[in-house]
Nanobody, 121 residues
Framework: QVQVVESGGGLVQPGDSLRLSCTASGTIFSIYAMGWYRQAPGKQRDFVAE???????NFAGSVKGRFTASRDNAKNVTYLDMKDLQPEDTAIYYC???????????????WGQGTQVTVSS
């Protein structure tokens, strides 16, 4: 089993910054990528960012230049640093980890429960 847990959400004002953390734990051979999606009320879940084990990063256009991603491979932790937050960034942010529990097994993608980010004055 693999568990993914997010933390760091909260209520902030427009223009503020916030850091989300995500930790994967359990039986893990290797994590190839960790990333984030978000879901605003009444909307679909949208891609936000991904960072691979070798440090390649990909961001949604709406957050490029404002959000950065980093990762501690040894601890299976990823961080999403968000700056200049706006009301439209309000959503539940979900983290995922993609990898293998054992070399011979297929890839998994495990999701966390989500953390709420609310941007409001």
């Amino acid at each position: 089993q693999v568990q993914v847990v997010e933390s760091g959400g909260g209520l902030v004002q427009p223009g503020d910054s916030l850091r989300l953390s995500c930790t994967a734990s359990g039986t893990i051979f290797s994590i190839y990528a960790m990333g984030w999606y978000r879901q605003a009320p009444g909307k679909q879940r949208d891609f936000v960012a991904e960072i691979t084990a070798i440090g390649s990063r990909n961001f949604a256009g709406s957050v490029k230049g404002r959000f950065t991603a980093s990762r501690d491979n040894a601890k299976n932790v990823t961080y999403l640093d968000m700056k200049d937050l706006q009301p439209e960034d309000t959503a539940i942010y979900y983290c995922y980890a993609s990898g293998k529990q054992r070399p011979e097994e297929p890839f998994f993608r495990q999701w966390g429960q989500g953390t709420q980010v609310t941007v409001s004055s």
